[in-house]
């Protein structure tokens, strides 16, 4: 006896059945990449054409909290950034201003990185800020 009826697992996937939800997938799928491109693309006239830095707090989070407290002035690896422009000077002696706060980021010290090859401009701009509001 011949099998006329192919199993039901042996059908093609539902949407080589379907050609028109396979054509409306595609159509959603490439509406949201133009939403998501259009939220990322800058504006036509705003100032910088690069994409938006993330927040200070969350470079911080990413970048310095695994060796600076941001809520204490204690020692963790580093010491704690609480206050630091209250307190106006490093631990060295060195004047606290955007600047100098800039130059750490940018140079690190002896036991801590320098940013300079993996932040950019923006990026560092917005920790020193955060830094500031600590
Ligand atoms: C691997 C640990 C480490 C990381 C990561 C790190 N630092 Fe440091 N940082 C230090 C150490 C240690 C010092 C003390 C000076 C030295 O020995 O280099 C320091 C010193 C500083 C100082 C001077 C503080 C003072 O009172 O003298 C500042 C400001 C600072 N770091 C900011 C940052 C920022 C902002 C980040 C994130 C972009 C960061 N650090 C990432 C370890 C680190």
Redesign the pocket.
């Known amino acids: 006896m011949v099998d006329r009826n192919p199993q039901p697992s042996a059908r093609p996937p539902i949407l080589l059945r379907h050609p028109r939800a396979a054509r409306l997938a595609l159509a959603a799928l490439f509406l949201a990449t133009l939403r998501v491109s259009a939220q990322t693309a800058p504006r036509p006239g705003s100032a910088s054409a690069a994409p938006p830095a993330p927040s200070g707090q969350a470079l ?1 989070e990413q ?2 909290a ?3 407290y941001s809520g204490s002035t204690a020692k963790k ?3 704690g ?1 609480k206050s ?1 422009y209250a307190r106006g000077k ?3 002696g060195r004047r606290v201003d955007d600047a100098s ?1 800039t130059e ?2 940018v140079a ?6 320098g ?1 300079k090859d993996s932040l950019r401009p923006a990026e560092i701009r917005a ?1 020193v800020l955060y ?1 500031k509001s600590l």
């Open positions: 911080y970048r310095c695994i060796c600076h690896i580093g010491p950034l630091l490093f631990a060295d706060v750490w980021i690190g010290g002896a036991d801590m990185p940013y920790l830094v």
